[in-house]
């Protein structure tokens, strides 16, 4: 398995409270992603990362900020908390060609509860 | 927006048959993966075909894709209680942008 570690893998906050989740890899890998999974809307792109201090928005954005200050770390921010973001959030990286079109690899997730 | 949809949303089929899924997307493609994810974990690559493939193979499955269609297949043979799992196509467009994964298809093989 890819060296991709997901932290927490569990978390339950209430509405309002800064959270932030950690991504690591061992793999080197330049792209780094940011995805949630909700029921009927299959995986979303949130954020990603192309390099250090590189980062894009996806497709569901709003509420979230990333950070990327070394190769081995991303982390999603969400600034203050709403019901919706309750979802469970994977981290993915890619790497070898200088592409996105290369298969990612995923961590096990972290299942978010905002109350 | 997903570029890949599936189909199926969810099929449920005895142990030892086969397993065909499907894929359509919208926009002309680099290449088209699949993935499948067990309950509770993260995504694991299957299989990628490019643009100029027809048809690939690996172990049990089998991949095809029809650029003039827009579509792609995944087919599963003589399947097994541990394919239990959910299934994602996932398109790579010809720019240089991110992977559009699908809704996935939910497999339920019963033994």
């Known amino acids: 398995d890819a060296g991709i570690t997901q932290s927490p893998r569990h978390k339950v906050t209430e509405t309002g409270t800064p959270v932030t989740l950690r991504c690591h890899q061992t793999?080197?890998?330049?792209?780094m992603y940011w995805y949630r999974q909700d029921p009927g809307h299959g995986l979303r792109l949130i954020h990603y990362?192309?390099?250090?201090?590189?980062?894009d928005k996806g497709e569901v954005s709003d509420g979230y900020s990333v950070s990327r200050s070394k190769t081995e770390d991303f982390l999603l921010t969400l600034e203050s908390a709403t019901s919706s973001q309750t979802s469970v959030y994977f981290c993915a990286i890619s790497g070898g060609a200088a592409s996105y079109n290369q298969p990612q690899h995923f961590g096990d997730g972290t299942r978010l509860s905002i109350l | 927006s997903q570029q890949g949809e599936e189909d199926p949303q969810a099929l449920s089929i005895q142990e030892g048959e086969n397993a065909t899924m499907n894929c359509s997307y919208k926009?002309?493609?680099?290449?088209l993966q699949w993935y499948r994810q067990n309950s509770g974990r993260g995504l694991v690559h299957l299989i990628l075909i490019r643009s100029n493939e027809r048809e690939k193979h690996s172990g049990r499955l089998r991949v095809t894709l029809d650029t003039s269609k827009k579509s792609s297949s995944l087919l599963i043979t003589a399947s097994r209680a541990a394919d239990t799992a959910s299934y994602f196509c996932a398109t790579a467009d010809s720019g240089n942008t991110p992977l559009v994964f699908g809704k996935g298809t939910r497999l339920s093989v019963i033994a």
């Open positions: 926009t002309s493609i680099n290449n």
């Open positions: 793999e080197n890998h330049r792209y």
């Open positions: 990362s192309y390099g250090v201090k590189d980062t």
